[in-house]
């Protein structure tokens, strides 16, 4: 005759991990007995299987049904026993961990410990039944006080073998690196002899470099020694026939060029400089007839720098009349000329065939070895480079100097009568009173000696 008897108790449901949150699988925890279906037991049924619970209250227990099997029925026996003692078993544990927690990790908790081989495989079936409608139910039951001394020693076996395993890992750890340790040192033995190598090369270097300064200062001392007269002299505002990069020191300046075998004037110049600008206006005659005039503007943007190789730089603009018309050539030797002067001037400057403009550069450098300076004067006209040699800079300054000059000019209009492209012309400038009077003759347009006057005021 069998029974059937609803009862309450846990829910039967088959364990899942991963919906109540535990780190371990029940069955790994407890283990697992091996059974064979049992045989229904004669005589009347069991009072736990009545009342699907187990009395007095000093027992654990886990109560499992099922009608497949009896190793089926006791499976849902372990797992409700586990579930039954699974607070018991974490407060054992955490216990059990404080108590060795000096020789633990930090970081060990109880999910380290459960995750561990901690099975208690010695828990065992205690009772079965197999009712007549052929269900079996299984009972494994414990004294609560059995179960604790079980519990405690198996998680004192696991805790010890983590311990032991932590110990290997930390005397591994620490072989490893000792060793990485000694690696390391010879490494960086290593390294610190390849560094100290590189600095001894670079200490070499810069001992090599300071005694390149030290010689190349030595040197430069002793042009500046040898050549100070030559240092101390500023290049003139004008070389033959183009500006120089250096600017007045007067605040006016005029200047004339005049042939004295046929007592021809050549040209005519007035200018002004303020600081680092200057403003030159020039008229140009053949065999004093006026046929040529300009206008430029001079800024020095790079003043004279250089202790040793002393060099200026200056832009400008310059607009020209390149061919008076004949009937505005007059004579300039004639006194009555200038009265209309700048008339012919306005009528050129109307004639749109005459007049041009171009931007200039002009830049000077000196070169002391030589007592010379260098100069280039470029716009779209001509191309001019000049020296200035200085014969006696240590007794005479800048009194005597030596000018050549070589063209090469792309306006027809500014060629000598032998329509020459390139021009050579020479000149001795002598400086009677400094930023005041000087005169220079010059060889000009390949057949004509010329002698300029300069005045600074």
């Given at each position: 005759?069998?029974?059937?008897?609803?009862?309450?108790g846990p829910d039967t449901t088959r364990f899942d991990r991963a919906i109540r949150g535990r780190p371990f699988d029940l069955e790994d925890f407890l283990g697992k007995t091996v059974t064979k279906d049992a045989e229904?037991?004669?005589?009347?049924?069991?009072?736990?299987?009545?009342?699907?619970?187990?009395?007095?209250?000093?027992?654990?227990?886990?109560?499992?049904?099922?009608?497949?099997?009896?190793?089926?029925?006791?499976?849902?026996?372990?797992?409700?026993?586990?579930?039954?003692?699974?607070?018991?078993?974490?407060?054992?544990?955490?216990?059990?961990?404080?108590?060795?927690?000096?020789?633990?990790?930090?970081?060990?908790?109880?999910?380290?410990?459960?995750?561990?081989?901690?099975?208690?495989?010695?828990?065992?079936?205690?009772?079965?039944?197999?009712?007549?409608?052929?269900?079996?139910?299984?009972?494994?039951?414990?004294?609560?006080?059995?179960?604790?001394?079980?519990?405690?020693?198996?998680?004192?076996?696991?805790?010890?073998?983590?311990?032991?395993?932590?110990?290997?890992?930390?005397?591994?750890?620490?072989?490893?690196?000792?060793?990485?340790?000694?690696?390391?040192?010879?490494?960086?033995?290593?390294?610190?002899?390849?560094?100290?190598?590189?600095?001894?090369?670079?200490?070499?270097?810069?001992?090599?470099?300071?005694?390149?300064?030290?010689?190349?200062?030595?040197?430069?001392?002793?042009?500046?020694?040898?050549?100070?007269?030559?240092?101390?002299?500023?290049?003139?505002?004008?070389?033959?026939?183009?500006?120089?990069?250096?600017?007045?020191?007067?605040?006016?300046?005029?200047s004339g060029r005049w042939n004295p075998d046929t007592e021809d004037i050549r040209q005519l110049k007035v200018g002004g400089a303020v600081s680092l600008v200057s403003v030159e206006a020039n008229i140009w005659a053949?065999?004093?007839?006026?046929?040529?005039?300009?206008?430029?503007?001079?800024?020095?943007?790079?003043?004279?720098?250089?202790?040793?190789?002393?060099?200026?730089?200056?832009?400008?603009?310059?607009?020209?009349?390149?061919?008076?018309?004949?009937?505005?050539?007059?004579?300039?030797?004639?006194?009555?000329?200038?009265?209309?002067?700048?008339?012919?001037?306005?009528?050129?400057?109307?004639?749109?065939?005459?007049?041009?403009?171009?931007?200039?550069?002009?830049?000077?450098?000196?070169?002391?070895?030589?007592?010379?300076?260098?100069?280039?004067?470029?716009?779209?006209?001509?191309?001019?480079?000049?020296?200035?040699?200085?014969?006696?800079?240590?007794?005479?300054?800048?009194?005597?100097?030596?000018?050549?000059?070589?063209?090469?000019?792309?306006?027809?209009?500014?060629?000598?009568?032998?329509?020459?492209?390139?021009?050579?012309?020479?000149?001795?400038?002598?400086?009677?009173?400094?930023?005041?009077?000087?005169?220079?003759?010059s060889y000009e347009d390949h057949e004509v000696w010329m002698l300029n006057f300069e005045f600074q005021y």
């Amino acid at each position: 005759m069998s029974y059937s008897y609803a009862f309450p108790g846990p829910d039967t449901t088959r364990f899942d991990r991963a919906i109540r949150g535990r780190p371990f699988d029940l069955e790994d925890f407890l283990g697992k007995t091996v059974t064979k279906d049992a045989e229904p037991l004669p005589g009347s049924v069991p009072a736990w299987v009545l009342s699907g619970e187990v009395k007095p209250d000093t027992f654990y227990y886990g109560i499992g049904e099922s009608i497949e099997s009896a190793g089926a029925a006791d499976d849902h026996a372990r797992l409700r026993f586990a579930q039954y003692v699974e607070v018991s078993v974490q407060s054992i544990a955490s216990q059990q961990i404080a108590e060795n927690k000096d020789r633990l990790e930090e970081n060990y908790n109880y999910e380290s410990l459960v995750s561990t081989n901690m099975n208690l495989r010695s828990v065992r079936i205690t009772d079965r039944y197999l009712a007549d409608d052929s269900t079996f139910y299984s009972l494994i039951k414990y004294g609560k006080s059995e179960y604790h001394g079980l519990v405690t020693q198996e998680i004192k076996v696991s805790l010890e073998a983590d311990i032991r395993k932590q110990e290997l890992t930390h005397q591994a750890a620490e072989a490893l690196s000792a060793d990485s340790l000694r690696h390391k040192l010879m490494m960086d033995s290593l390294a610190l002899g390849r560094k100290q190598a590189v600095i001894d090369s670079l200490d070499h270097i810069l001992k090599m470099e300071e005694a390149r300064q030290r010689q190349e200062q030595e040197r430069i001392d002793l042009i500046k020694n040898q050549h100070a007269a030559f240092l101390k002299i500023t290049p003139r505002y004008q070389l033959i026939d183009v500006p120089s990069a250096a600017t007045a020191n007067s605040w006016i300046y005029l200047s004339g060029r005049w042939n004295p075998d046929t007592e021809d004037i050549r040209q005519l110049k007035v200018g002004g400089a303020v600081s680092l600008v200057s403003v030159e206006a020039n008229i140009w005659a053949t065999e004093s007839y006026l046929d040529q005039g300009d206008l430029s503007v001079k800024l020095q943007v790079l003043p004279q720098r250089g202790e040793l190789y002393p060099l200026s730089l200056a832009l400008g603009w310059v607009g020209y009349l390149d061919a008076f018309s004949e009937g505005n050539q007059v004579n300039l030797r004639q006194g009555s000329s200038y009265n209309n002067l700048w008339e012919l001037l306005n009528d050129e400057v109307t004639d749109p065939y005459s007049q041009g403009s171009s931007f200039f550069a002009t830049s000077t450098i000196g070169i002391p070895q030589y007592n010379n300076h260098f100069s280039v004067y470029i716009d779209k006209r001509k191309i001019s480079l000049a020296s200035i040699w200085y014969p006696f800079p240590r007794s005479m300054g800048d009194a005597i100097s030596m000018l050549n000059q070589l063209d090469y000019i792309s306006a027809r209009n500014y060629r000598n009568r032998f329509d020459d492209p390139l021009q050579w012309q020479i000149g001795l400038r002598l400086i009677a009173i400094s930023n005041r009077f000087a005169t220079m003759i010059s060889y000009e347009d390949h057949e004509v000696w010329m002698l300029n006057f300069e005045f600074q005021y």
